[in-house]
């Protein structure tokens, strides 16, 4: 059974869940204090053009200018006074440069494809793209074409006969969404009617915009969920919030009448992840090891721009040899890091190190059934093939902040690396910075703060080179134990003649 539980009693925070038969297949996480511009339309001006990357930087409002690169900007049409900034309906020119499309200062309407993540800007695009329920609207695309993700051929073919007998605008195309699939011509024309409506109000607001700013955000998550998932296969939808619970209902009674009845308030005593027990899946999701049910396991170390995934065998030993036991275990795993790539919303270069198969037909079952594991992710992925060492690489272009990046912070000890010093090194390096601190003129004592397991060491094992550097300088140390200090971390302070810390 698959259902939708959506989570928005706490204020400032939504979560959508996608349950399969009692498992965690999705999970977004939105929250109210951070700005959300992902799939937003704005109204920008080129603070600059740079030739060498083929690029243009565009204020679009928001903090960080947003980074528009020349294979996504269309033909703009010809500028002047009140320009909208909105571009023609022509298709990209064949080796395009960026300072023949854009020069700073020009307004341009362009839609955010990928959230600012770091000191990185947000992508932009100027082929603005709308969402509907069962199309999305091209402006300026001009073409119309089908969701890949709709396999069947006679439903494509009937499909394409719907998208060929629509009135599109001149100049502007469309897609059809999975959703779309089994949905009558009528469907389809009250979506592009609405649509439609929608791109006029846009216009209308670019035109009227004076500063840089939004012309179109997308809707809140639920709806935004709603809209992209609530598919066939979706047998209810569980809403803890009764302002969602009305939202959701309101919103399926007019894009999708037939789900309407699957929508359900909860009224559970537990909060509503803990009554489906996603609460502890999603604890697990933040996890480096993840088990697999037959007894091996999936490590992950992820880092800003590459994903590192090795499979381990561990406690898995059905299989007859060496051979049988790694297929078995490399298939599971398979599905399940194509899962945890979904749920961790890893992107960028991720390598997947196999356990080492030598027959080249076990690599390719594992190579098949990873690439069908990954063919329900949403996101864009290149799988490529698995080379004799049994590494597995992929490129996957992530949308937003990670999971872990957009809930954790890093650790103020180790700042992220996940290792900091042991006690013992840490004596070392208090000791070795007291011999080259206390050699300073201005110096004339010491105060060392550190974890309780490092400050026992130097008043202990360590005694005797604290001795050896106070006889020798003939400055005082003293060694304080805190509970409140972070293992790996030390504080070293330098006092004056009259008492007062000195600087470095």
């Not at 499309?101 to 800007?121: C, D, H, N, Y």
């Not at 590192?308 to 007859?320: P, Q």
């Not at 006889?471 to 140390?477: E, F, N, P, S, V």
Request: net charge neutral.
């Amino acid at each position: 059974m698959k259902r939708m539980l959506i989570n928005g009693l706490e204020e400032g925070e939504c979560r959508v869940a996608v349950m399969d038969g009692g498992r965690l297949e999705e999970l977004y996480v939105e929250r109210g204090t951070r700005m959300q511009t992902l799939g937003g339309v704005y109204r920008g001006r080129v603070a600059n053009v740079e030739r060498g990357i083929q690029s243009a930087f565009v204020d679009i409002g928001t903090p960080q200018h947003g980074f528009l690169h020349v294979n996504d900007a269309l033909f703009p049409a010809a500028s002047g006074p009140g320009d909208s900034g909105l571009p023609g309906p022509r298709a990209k020119r064949p080796k395009a440069r960026i300072e023949d499309i854009l020069a700073p200062g020009r307004w341009v309407l362009v839609q955010v494809t990928k959230e600012a993540s770091g000191s990185k800007g947000p992508a932009l695009t100027t082929n603005v793209s709308l969402p509907g329920r069962y199309l999305i609207l091209m402006p300026f695309w001009g073409r119309i074409g089908l969701s890949r993700r709709i396999e069947d051929e006679c439903e494509r073919s009937r499909l394409q006969e719907v998208l060929e007998e629509m009135e599109f605008p001149p100049g502007m195309g469309g897609i059809i969404r999975t959703a779309g699939q089994g949905m009558r011509k009528a469907d389809f024309r009250r979506d592009l009617g609405r649509l439609l409506r929608l791109w006029r109000d846009v216009q209308g607001r670019a035109e009227g915009l004076e500063a840089p700013g939004a012309v179109y955000e997308e809707s809140e998550l639920a709806i935004r969920v709603l809209r992209d998932f609530a598919d066939p296969d979706v047998e209810e939808i569980v809403v803890d919030s009764k302002d969602l619970f009305r939202k959701a209902k309101d919103y399926l009674n007019i894009m999708s009448p037939r789900h309407k009845g699957i929508v359900r308030l909860y009224e559970g005593a537990d909060p509503l992840f803990h009554g489906y027990g996603v609460e502890k899946e999603i604890e697990r999701v933040f996890e480096r090891r993840v088990a697999l049910r037959s007894g091996g396991s999936v490590v992950i170390e992820q880092t800003e721009a590459l994903a590192a995934i090795d499979v381990n065998s561990g406690a898995y030993r059905k299989g007859g040899s060496v051979e049988e036991t790694a297929l078995a275990v490399n298939l599971e795993a398979a599905e399940e890091i194509a899962r945890q790539i979904r749920l961790r919303d890893l992107g960028g270069v991720i390598v997947v190190d196999f356990i080492d198969m030598k027959d080249r037909e076990n690599r390719r079952a594992v190579e098949k059934a990873f690439k069908k594991a990954m063919s329900a992710d949403r996101a864009r992925a290149k799988v490529l093939r698995m080379s004799d060492l049994c590494l597995l690489e992929l490129t996957r272009r992530r949308q937003k902040q990670s999971l872990a990046t957009a809930r954790l912070d890093p650790c103020p000890a180790c700042q992220g690396a996940g290792f900091v010093l042991s006690d013992e090194s840490l004596a070392l390096s208090i000791i070795r910075d007291l011999r080259h601190s206390l050699r300073r003129d201005d110096a004339c004592s010491a105060e060392v703060e550190a974890s309780r397991g490092a400050a026992e060491i130097l008043l202990n094992g360590r005694k005797a080179d604290i001795a050896e550097i106070e006889a020798r300088t003939g400055k005082g140390i003293v060694i304080a134990a805190s509970e409140s200090a972070e293992k790996g971390v030390k504080r070293l302070r330098l006092l004056g003649r009259d008492g007062a810390e000195i600087g470095p």
